[in-house]
């Protein structure tokens, strides 16, 4: 593609034009050329969007949830993209079209875009495609984007990252799961979503949840007041948590997405951890945190790759040097040695 | 520690004492000094141990079966090592206990070793620390190194390949799984464990793998055959897939591992792919391979982590081009032509 080629189609997709966002997306997702020029020009596009991380432990309803919140904002007359990533997808050679199935009454709606995933390969790569599909979307003039993950792990901490606000789905009788997770998922969850709310133990799945959150809260006033404040912090968090010290505490919702309760409370929440974002300056920073984070992979994934064009050669002498006698930390340390004492 | 210190400390792992072994896996674990010195050492001491994977779908009673394959190994009169791989430890820090707990009862059994594995971070972080530590109880002289893993992600397939042998296990009821998997799955799989096989429907999955092993084979032996051999293939098939011709079929077992019924069979047939890999030499081919790619994984964190540290201040640069008017992907390539054009 020409320069102006290029210029062209990254103006249809700013433009918002479904096959020049689909085709953008494949090459992203190829990484083909031009894809980085391509990237690179969008990304003057890009700050525009709020993106939704939904995640949570398997059997919780994420899917469901997702499909409601979409139609849920799509009512508000706002424009909406789902990112579905799918763990079991490396086995099958790409994504499963499950998420694609459930969504299709969404399907001839221009403003609701569904994309799924598939994992790739190490080295940070999900999080780094999640975040170039991302870019891509906001660019393309979508004013919410939603990112779902499956499961609980690595991945989906990292991908909690790349959003704004982050929902932790939950349902009762997954009990034990929670407490599993409880010590850690403070961190990365903005909301709580306790969906199957008519289930038996929602009740004390909130109820869990909100101990979690208090003492969280309280933990972190205890911090703030210094080594003598103990006590003067315990006071100050007899009640509830609240937002009034300028800090957002998490939140709890309780829906049942299959008839779409609760969703729209939930969506709420959401904007309203966005307004404390924007009015606190947090948000801000985090999306500098993020572009630094991005800039980190790329780097990382550019490095890779034309050190081990350049080191072809080395790569094979420490093969062999590694089948007779060596060692692969010895050898390692040999090609690193090489290479940053190479010239072109 | 001195030089000394090192050789006899490893001394005392290869010898077995398991204070030992925990305290060279902690170092490991947290990459901690003198690590890289002792896996130097122990590294010509590895190469003795079989390493079997264990994967599959979640609720097919990976665990259970575990602690079964662990009893059948002790009854042969083997030592026998458990990594146990748990997706959620990266929200809790570490490695969550559940796994130890059900396998109390080998707790007083010096010939039996439990670790769990926390994901850390992206980089193939995972798959080298399981490699690392599979390194240690191989040199520490464990006969058997049985990897468990849950779920059946990218990390899964990367950690396949740390395994001589890989049981994937599925139950009845999970068959919508089955679909989503199957595409890829037979190139993993060298043992299907159809797990919970006095339920309903583990006919019917025993029959869905079997004639996925077929249509692998079928297609296999056209390959082998060329383009017009089809026919022949297809002639030569319409058997059961055998072995006689030399190459090795994946086999299913039924399993009901909570009775420990079949778990002998399950290992029998795992000690006969074993037999196959040495007889064809593709056990050799496997070793080198997978050593290959552990020198390319400790190359990667290593020339990461030097390449950060040079970097700092022109990261520090990047960042704030980045934030006033240029892109992460112009600067991710300028940060690779500094580091590679510098000398130290």
Redesign the interface.
């Known amino acids: 593609m020409s320069e102006e080629a290029i210029a062209k189609f990254t103006q249809s997709v700013t433009d918002g034009d479904p096959r020049a966002i689909a085709r953008a997306l494949r090459l992203v997702d190829d990484r083909r050329a031009p894809y980085?020029d391509i990237?690179?020009r969008l990304?003057?596009h890009t700050g525009r969007a709020y993106t939704i991380g939904i995640t949570g432990t398997?059997g919780a309803g994420k899917s469901t949830l997702v499909g409601a919140l979409v139609t849920a904002i799509r009512e508000k007359g706002m424009r909406v993209a789902v990112i579905a990533i799918d763990?079991?997808s490396?086995?099958?050679?790409g994504a499963?079209l499950?998420d694609r199935i459930r969504m299709q009454k969404h399907f001839l709606d221009e403003g609701v875009f569904i994309r799924s995933v598939a994992?790739?390969?190490?080295?940070?790569?999900?999080?780094r495609s999640t975040a170039d599909i991302a870019r891509v979307l906001d660019a393309a003039g979508f004013d919410i984007i939603l990112i779902e993950t499956v499961?609980?792990?690595?991945?989906e901490?990292?991908i909690a990252k790349t959003a704004d606000t982050t929902i932790v789905v939950v349902a009762p009788g997954l009990g034990d799961?929670i407490q599993?997770?409880?010590?850690?998922?403070l961190e990365i969850a903005d909301v709580f979503c306790v969906n199957k709310a008519d289930r038996d133990g929602a009740d004390a799945a909130v109820a869990d949840l909100e101990q979690m959150i208090g003492m969280g809260a309280l933990t972190e006033a205890a911090r703030k007041a210094g080594p003598h404040g103990h006590s003067a912090a315990m006071a100050l968090l007899r009640a509830k948590p609240s937002d009034e010290d300028g800090s957002f505490h998490p939140k709890v919702v309780r829906t049942i997405a299959r008839e779409g309760k609760g969703v729209g409370e939930l969506l709420e929440r959401c904007q309203e951890h966005r307004a404390y974002l924007e009015k606190s300056g947090l948000g801000a920073t985090r999306r500098?945190e993020r572009?630094?984070r991005?800039?980190q992979l790329?780097?990382?994934e550019?490095?890779?790759e034309?050190?081990e064009e350049?080191l072809n050669d080395e790569f094979e002498r420490?093969?062999e040097r590694?089948?007779e006698k060596s060692?692969?930390?010895?050898?390692?340390?040999r090609?690193?040695d090489a290479?940053?004492?190479?010239?072109?």
């Not at 490396?90 to 050679?93: A, E, I, L, Q």
């Not at 994992?119 to 999080?127: V, Y």
């Not at 499961?151 to 991945?155: A, E, H, I, K, P």
């Not at 599993?180 to 998922?185: L, N, P, S, V």
């Open positions: 980085l990237l690179k990304h003057a398997p763990p079991t490396p086995f099958s050679g499963i499950g994992t790739r390969g190490n080295l940070g790569g999900l999080s499961g609980v792990g690595q991945d901490l990292e799961d599993a997770i409880k010590a850690g998922i500098r572009l630094e991005e800039l790329i780097f990382r550019a490095l890779l034309k050190s350049r420490a093969y590694l089948h060692d692969p930390y010895t050898e390692a340390q090609l690193v290479l940053l004492d190479m010239k072109e």
